[in-house]
């Protein structure tokens, strides 16, 4: 009889643990491993979890997928089969010393799908994935995506604080580095400053050494090309089902993008995560989770 009290009081305060509680990043163990796909000659390692529709999860910049997603892959995973990539230059997937640009991901991403052979999909991104994904998928539904280059068309798109929108907001960098914390980037993307615990920074700082991609922060950084490659005046070209997910408090990527990403792109639905950072999927995976899956339905 203790042991069924017991379980129940521990299965009702999982049914009620909200989603500042949870660990703001996954457990190490909690994931499969990597996989690893060979594109334009690159490793590129990603998540292959469950069965179903596809789901492309593309992360930020200086990030990964486990950093970004780690929370949501899982939940995402029970009705989906889930891929999630660590970009070219970034998290476990190979840095070849290249000119960055957002064309570079686009390219990246579009080879990985014709390897993986994914033609039916729905995509998400983050940060500068959700300007990567914007940007392929503007690519993907011109009508000179055609002939032997042409990449597959993805059939709904979800845009959580997507940089790109203008070149004032494009990568923007965050404060310089005056402790680990900074340097880690959890001082800048989270909202609630308060669970930025030493664990949680030693955690990010330690990922963030293991990825070892400061040379592809600042080729990106620095390229030429990215005034060019922003997709505010070509969101038109967006016809699919759009979401826009945002945080509220985004102190990255500021709410007035979202809401003109939102505006420009034909039929596109607006959420606002409140007392939400730059990535929701992160901060507030429970909220993130209940705007998606019903969109993706």
């Given at each position: 009889?203790?042991r069924f009290v017991f379980f129940a009081?521990?299965l009702l305060s999982t049914l009620f643990?909200?989603?500042?509680?949870?660990?703001?990043?996954?457990?190490?163990?909690?994931?499969?491993?990597?996989?690893?796909?060979?594109?334009?000659?690159?490793?590129?390692?990603?998540?292959?979890?469950?069965?179903?529709?596809?789901?492309?999860?593309?992360?930020?910049?200086?990030?990964?997928?486990?950093?970004?997603?780690?929370?949501?892959?899982?939940?995402?995973?029970?009705?989906?089969?889930?891929?999630?990539?660590?970009?070219?230059?970034?998290?476990?997937?190979?840095?070849?010393?290249?000119?960055?640009?957002?064309?570079?991901?686009?390219?990246?991403?579009?080879?990985?799908?014709?390897?993986?052979?994914?033609?039916?999909?729905?995509?998400?991104?983050?940060?500068?994935?959700?300007?990567?994904?914007?940007?392929?998928?503007?690519?993907?539904?011109?009508?000179?995506?055609?002939?032997?280059?042409?990449?597959?068309?993805?059939?709904?798109?979800?845009?959580?604080d997507a940089a790109g929108h203008t070149?004032?907001?494009?990568?923007?960098?965050?404060?310089?580095?005056?402790?680990?914390?900074?340097?880690?980037?959890?001082?800048?993307?989270?909202?609630?400053?308060?669970?930025?615990?030493?664990?949680?920074?030693?955690?990010?700082?330690?990922?963030?050494?293991?990825?070892?991609?400061?040379?592809?922060?600042?080729?990106?950084?620095?390229?030429?090309?990215?005034?060019?490659?922003?997709?505010?005046?070509?969101?038109?070209?967006?016809?699919?089902?759009?979401?826009?997910?945002?945080?509220?408090?985004?102190?990255?990527?500021?709410?007035?993008?979202?809401?003109?990403?939102?505006?420009?792109?034909?039929?596109?639905?607006?959420?606002?995560?409140?007392?939400?950072?730059?990535?929701?999927?992160?901060?507030?995976?429970?909220?993130?989770?209940?705007?998606?899956?019903?969109?993706?339905?």
């Open positions: 009889m203790k009081l521990f643990l909200s989603a500042d509680t949870m660990p703001l990043l996954a457990k190490a163990g909690t994931l499969p491993p990597q996989k690893t796909a060979v594109v334009f000659g690159q490793k590129i390692a990603y998540y292959d979890v469950g069965t179903g529709p596809v789901l492309v999860l593309v992360h930020g910049f200086s990030s990964s997928a486990y950093f970004d997603f780690g929370n949501v892959i899982l939940p995402l995973a029970k009705h989906h089969r889930v891929l999630a990539i660590d970009q070219i230059g970034f998290g476990a997937s190979d840095k070849p010393a290249i000119d960055y640009s957002v064309q570079t991901f686009v390219d990246f991403l579009g080879e990985y799908l014709r390897v993986m052979k994914v033609q039916k999909y729905d995509l998400v991104g983050e940060s500068l994935g959700g300007w990567v994904v914007a940007a392929y998928t503007i690519q993907a539904l011109a009508p000179a995506n055609t002939g032997a280059y042409a990449v597959p068309k993805p059939t709904r798109l979800i845009l959580e070149a004032n907001t494009s990568a923007k960098p965050g404060p310089v580095a005056g402790t680990v914390a900074d340097a880690s980037g959890m001082s800048v993307i989270l909202y609630d400053k308060s669970r930025l615990t030493p664990e949680v920074v030693r955690q990010a700082w330690t990922l963030k050494m293991k990825a070892n991609d400061g040379a592809t922060q600042r080729s990106f950084r620095t390229s030429t090309k990215t005034p060019s490659e922003t997709v505010g005046d070509k969101l038109a070209g967006i016809t699919i089902p759009t979401l826009v997910v945002w945080g509220g408090n985004d102190n990255i990527v500021p709410l007035a993008d979202g809401k003109d990403y939102a505006a420009k792109i034909p039929n596109a639905k607006l959420v606002i995560i409140p007392e939400c950072g730059h990535v929701g999927s992160m901060e507030k995976p429970k909220e993130f989770l209940t705007a998606v899956e019903p969109f993706l339905k």
